[in-house]
């Protein structure tokens, strides 16, 4: 569906999937369950989109750009810190007609981003 034609992180996770309450429950503290994670994004995202008839069972799987989750040598997941550096890209060229939804993740939570969040840029061009 999309090729990435340049990343200039080289670090993404495809694994871990998108953030949920409960993920986020058991990954930091039980009074963080009711703070925003990906997962609602994703769904009140389809929940106003009146255009394409979207449902939960139209959420797949995402991948966490920039995000850092090594595969031990046992095979378990892990949460490292991003590699540090602002300004980095991934560009993608679609090669299809695609719905993307983007979750900036607003995890307070996460050391990596040192517990701050920052906004991300996203430019779509047209290649003609
Ligand atoms: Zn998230």
Redesign the pocket.
């Known amino acids: 569906m999309l090729t990435i034609v340049a990343d200039t992180c080289g670090r993404h996770d495809t694994l871990g999937g ?2 949920a309450q409960e993920s986020n429950t058991i990954r930091y503290a039980h009074d963080k369950r009711f703070m925003h ?2 997962r609602d994004n994703f769904m009140s995202a389809i929940q106003h989109d009146h255009h394409h008839h979207m449902s939960k069972r139209d959420i797949t799987h995402n991948i966490n750009f920039f995000m850092n989750v090594p595969v031990t040598h046992e095979g378990v997941l892990t949460f490292e810190d991003s590699l540090p550096g602002s300004g980095k890209y991934v560009e993608l060229r679609a090669e299809m007609d695609v719905i993307c939804l983007i ?1 900036n ?1 607003p ?1 307070l939570n996460n050391p990596c981003s040192g517990y701050n969040p920052t906004p991300v840029r996203l430019l779509v061009w047209d290649a003609h």
């Open positions: 998108a953030c994670a990906c979750s993740c995890q």
